[in-house]
């Protein structure tokens, strides 16, 4: 059994076992029909926030974005760009970067600080602890993809993608190598990586249908409030009181696991109408679904975590 074989059999038994968090069946087949599907046929990734050029560079850039495409947990605190989330500010800063300075070598990462961080994103030096936190497990993060890609692939982001032979379910192990890859039972941002490079049309993987959803606080907020999932009352309301949700507690691991699962149903309903869709489409549609006023003026759960 493949790794995503794995991820998609735990997160079926964990929502089937769930307390805290309820799948509601019955509204499964309605959802899957009102979805705007045409929305996710050719996804492409947002030129005003990421960075576009030289393929080679394209690809440094998506696999470096990835490594730190975490820290949902702690984007309360972080400061945005105007009009922008804690996502697009962080892709839109290292943009900036590679179109001001180049693209970013591995040996350029293995040296980079929790200062760099906090002046390449925009951050106050002298602010919040929770967003110095945030910085230095950035640094860490770079620091491990640039030793990984300088000892193991020769310096070469190329080489690292060519691993994966192209097959997104390789990539992913491949990156699991690293430790803020390790996440067990998920592998967002291993999964998500494939999906980007695909999107960005810098890599070609022919497994992508095999992909489930890029598991993180946003989708799952989004199924909630469409009444797809169900928290129980203790949960929500701890949840719309701010407080965090420790990572790898049976609530967390629910809310993450029940969302994958519900997509697998969603996309099984789709298919059986004879509609052609895979998780990674619906990922799309569901996060930037949740990028309206509608779903950010209610609060979703935060973690603090390098996963998501």
Not at 197 to 216: E, N, P
Request: hydrophobic letters at 45%; proline letters at 4%.
């Amino acid at each position: 059994m493949g790794v995503l074989d794995q991820v998609r059999e735990t997160a079926a038994a964990t929502a089937s076992a769930a307390r805290f968090v309820h799948l509601q069946h019955a509204a499964i087949d309605a959802y899957a029909a009102e979805l705007p599907l045409e929305t996710a046929r050719a996804p492409e990734l947002d030129p005003a926030t990421h960075f576009s050029g030289e393929p080679d560079d394209t690809l440094a850039y998506v696999v470096q974005l990835d490594a730190i495409n975490f820290g949902s947990g702690y984007f309360p605190e972080l400061r945005k760009r105007p009009g922008l989330s804690g996502y697009f500010t962080v892709a839109s800063s290292l943009k900036d970067w590679f179109v001001a300075h180049g693209a970013l070598g591995a040996g350029q990462l293995r040296g980079f600080t929790r200062e760099d961080c906090t002046r390449m994103f925009g951050q106050d030096a002298n602010g919040s602890p929770a967003v110095g936190e945030l910085m230095g497990l950035f640094a860490r993060a770079l620091n491990d993809l640039g030793e990984y890609v300088d000892t193991r692939f020769g310096g070469s982001f190329r080489a690292l993608v060519g691993a994966a032979e192209g097959r997104a379910e390789r990539l992913v192990s491949v990156l699991a190598e690293m430790p803020f890859y390790q996440d067990v039972g998920f592998y967002k941002r291993a999964q998500l990586t494939a999906a980007d490079l695909s999107v960005a049309h810098v890599a070609t993987f022919a497994d992508l249908d095999q992909l489930t959803i890029f598991a993180d606080n946003l989708v799952p907020h989004v199924l909630r409030v469409d009444g797809i999932l169900r928290y129980a009352p203790a949960l929500l309301s701890r949840i719309e009181a701010g407080e965090l949700i420790s990572r790898g507690s049976r609530e967390e691991v629910e809310i993450r696991a029940c969302a994958l699962h519900a997509v697998e149903l969603i996309a099984a309903a789709l298919r059986h109408r004879g509609v052609p869709v895979t998780a990674m489409q619906l990922d799309y549609i569901l996060w930037n679904r949740g990028q309206r006023p509608a779903y950010k003026a209610r609060p979703r759960h935060r973690t603090r975590t390098v996963f998501y």
